[in-house]
């Protein structure tokens, strides 16, 4: 009696679920499509606000930092509770930093939740048609994080590119101090003759400054967006000359030779490494391509290994090894230059 009142019980519960989930995933999928038309309409109206305020604030004492806040944002603000409440933790700081680096314009928090809400309503979706519930959560898994990953490889592409760019940088900037120009025309000088990540970045420091921030607060806006020590180096040498005195281009010349010195090493260690990584991604790919030729050669004996309960010990066993010796071969060939 008590088996038939909890089957009962699951049932009912099983049909209430299933009746609230397409409810849910409808309101889910509309918040995200209202999210996404008010954060597009409001882009341009929010950017010329925050200039506003940013420039009415020059007037009180310890602006600097503020305007440096606001013109930093760009239009990355959270918009709404549910995004105010999401931007407070952690990982959206970070997340926020890798789209200011990789150039989207776009808030962490907002991403976040589009992202999740996309990923719940692709999981509520997929159970309506009847897929397995592992395989509703990977691809609800998949629909999160793979945009996140594709972020954070854009962001790291584009700081190699301004790494490669920066010689070039460093030597039109000193080239337009020897002419008689000032560093905030050579910064603009390299926004109008350079493509992005440089061009954009310098004409960022430039476009602040010309807004009223200090040149010395620009410049530490740069260090702290891109992150980069290469920069870093830079703008410490500006700020030290700038208090000193002294010859900036000649500065700037021996840094850019420094650092073109260093790419020119990375390449070569890049080249002497390359057998270890070809050797990593061998390593890698080997055994699953093993397994799917076997699936079609000898089905029986490749079953056992998703099908039986020890193959299925043995496949995971497997796959975390294989995981843990990708890091240790990118580990070795990791070389700090």
């Keep these: ?18 009746m609230a989930l397409p409810i849910i995933g409808s309101v889910l999928m509309a918040y995200g499509v209202f999210s996404v038309a008010v954060d597009l309409r409001s882009a341009d109206k929010r950017r010329i606000v925050k200039r506003l305020q940013a420039g009415s604030s020059r007037t009180r004492r310890g602006a600097d930092d503020a305007e ?24 959206t700081a970070r997340m926020q930093t890798v789209l200011d680096q990789a150039n989207v314009n776009m808030a962490a928090a907002q991403l976040l939740i589009r992202l999740g809400t996309a990923s719940v309503v692709g999981v509520v979706v997929l159970l309506m048609f009847g897929v397995s519930p592992i395989a509703a959560l990977g691809t609800g898994a998949g629909v999160f994080v793979l945009p996140i990953l594709y972020f954070i490889r854009a962001r790291k592409k584009r700081m190699n590119k301004l790494i490669e ?16 120009h000032s560093l905030a025309s050579g910064m ?50 500006v ?13 700037l010349d021996k840094i850019g030779t420094v650092i073109r010195d260093r790419i020119q090493l990375f390449g070569m260690v ?20 093993v397994f799917f ?8 004996y ?36």
Excluded at 270 to 284: D, I
């Design 1 to 18: 009696m008590n088996a038939l009142l909890a089957v009962d019980m699951f049932s009912g519960v099983g049909g209430i679920l299933l």
């Design 68 to 91: 440096g806040q606001d013109l930093r944002k760009s239009g990355t603000e959270a918009v709404g509770g549910l995004a105010r409440a999401i931007s407070r933790f952690s990982f």
């Design 165 to 180: 760019q920066l010689p070039d940088v460093f030597e039109m900037l000193s080239q337009a101090l020897r002419a008689g």
């Design 188 to 237: 603009q000088l390299i926004a109008k003759q350079l493509p992005d990540p440089a061009g954009t970045e310098f004409g960022r420091v430039f476009h602040e400054q010309n807004l009223g921030l200090k040149v010395e607060d620009a410049l530490r806006n740069l260090a702290t967006r891109t992150d980069l020590m290469d920069v870093k180096f830079f703008v410490t040498a």
């Design 239 to 251: 700020l030290i000359q700038r208090q000193t005195g002294g010859d900036l281009a000649e500065v």
């Design 270 to 289: 890049k080249a002497l490494t390359a057998e270890g990584r070809l050797s990593g991604y061998v390593l890698l790919a080997l055994p699953p391509l």
């Design 293 to 300: 030729v076997m699936l079609f050669v000898n089905r029986d």
């Design 302 to 337: 490749a079953d056992v290994l998703i099908s039986d309960p020890t193959g299925k010990m043995m496949t995971t066993t497997a796959i975390v090894m294989q995981l843990m010796g990708w890091a240790m071969i990118k580990k070795i060939i990791n070389i700090k230059v």
